[in-house]
């Protein structure tokens, strides 16, 4: 069975400590969010400068806790989506408790 994917983009441009941020969400027909990328300031250059490189990562599984469902198995990045992409950050969420 082929299934065909739609995938959305939802960019939001918002402030964080008075620094614009240009969030991009993935979405596919469901709902579900597959990637995110935002620039993140950082020294990831071959000379060591700071600038803003682009960050982001994927979402390889989600689950349920007490209704609400989120994203439980995630890895994240330097230069996501580029081929310099350098990821140093993967985390999977095993329980989630909501006050």
Not at 46 to 72: K, L, M, N, R
Request: cysteine-free; glycine content about 8%; aromatic content about 18%.
């Amino acid at each position: 069975m082929i299934r065909e994917l739609i995938f959305l983009s939802k960019v939001q441009s918002l402030k964080i400590d008075g620094e614009p941020v240009t969030l991009t969400l993935f979405i596919d027909s469901n709902g579900k969010l597959l990637k995110l990328s935002f620039p993140r300031w950082g020294e990831h250059k071959e000379d060591g400068t700071y600038t803003y490189i682009p960050f982001g990562g994927e979402i390889q599984q989600e689950q349920t806790f007490a209704g609400y469902t989120i994203p439980s198995q995630v890895s994240l990045g330097w230069w996501f989506a580029r081929y310099r992409y350098s990821e140093f950050f993967r985390a999977t969420i095993e329980q989630a408790k909501f006050n």
